[in-house]
T-cell receptor, first 115, second 110 residues
Framework: NAGVTQTPKFQVLKTGQSMTLQCAQDMNHNSMYWYRQDPGMGLRLIYYSASEGTTDKGEVPNGYNVSRLNKREFSLRLESAAPSQTSVYFC??????????????FGPGTRLTVL | QKEVEQNSGPLSVPEGAIASLNCTYS??????FFWYRQYSGKSPELIMS????GDKEDGRFTAQLNKASQYVSLLIRDSQPSDSATYLC??????????FGSGTQLTVLP
């Protein structure tokens, strides 16, 4: 039981390049989330999926797209990376559908640098 | 004004002391409150949740909520060096999304 896994762990991109961050959970959770964490800013919600087949914007969605591929997997895509997207990205999941009230379990994070 | 504000610290306490971490929030419609612990270079983990006014105790941790004052706190009794981490306050507000504070860095000195 790996919990929430994220790939890659580290990534360096050049401005304008694209990439997809992968997230998978093996806890049969219904809700999944993507956050970014910047120094002094705490965690900010980018997108979330309250159940399989649905996605919604969070606080900072601009420059990102997401896909809830199936119940296990939730990917985050940067179509044209910018230096402002340099951050640590965390994926999380929770058991209940639409369940912000529920305990969120976080993956280990992806450290992304955009040059 | 940030929706969720915490003293950024750093906060240092001696081993065995009580560490007090504070958080205020601006959305009066907030109903659910959480404390996460994050060790350096690691991901956040939930340590306490509180939904009603008053105190909630779990081992050495006590969460306190005062909705009238829009204030939530975390007390750590008998602090240990292993408690050294950043503590994140998180609130579910009227928009039904989880909003985090910027965190308070705690160091427990042996």
């Amino acid at each position: 039981n790996a919990g929430v896994t994220q790939t890659p762990k580290f990534q360096v991109l050049k401005t304008g390049q694209s990439m997809t961050l992968q997230c998978a959970q093996d806890m049969n959770h219904n809700s999944m989330y993507w956050y970014r964490q910047d120094p002094g800013m705490g965690l900010r919600l980018i997108y979330y999926s309250a159940s399989e087949g649905t996605t919604d914007k969070g606080e900072v969605p601009n420059g990102y797209n997401v896909s809830r591929l199936n119940k296990r997997e939730f990917s985050l895509r940067l179509e044209s990376a910018a230096p402002s997207q340099t951050s640590v990205y965390f994926c999380a999941s929770s058991a209940l559908a639409g369940g912000f009230e529920d305990t969120q379990y976080f993956g280990p994070g992806t450290r992304l640098t955009v040059l | 004004q940030k929706e969720v504000e915490q003293n950024s610290g750093p906060l240092s306490v001696p081993e065995g002391a009580i560490a007090s971490l504070n958080c205020t929030y601006s959305d009066r419609g907030s109903q659910s409150f959480f404390w996460y612990r994050q060790y350096s270079g690691k991901s956040p983990e939930l340590i306490m949740s509180i939904y009603s006014n008053g105190d909630k105790e779990d081992g050495r941790f006590t969460a306190q909520l005062n909705k009238a004052s829009q204030y939530v706190s975390l007390l750590i009794r008998d602090s240990q060096p292993s408690d050294s981490a950043t503590y994140l306050c998180a609130v579910i507000g009227s928009a039904r999304q989880l909003t985090f504070g910027s965190g308070t860095q705690l160091t427990v000195l042996p």
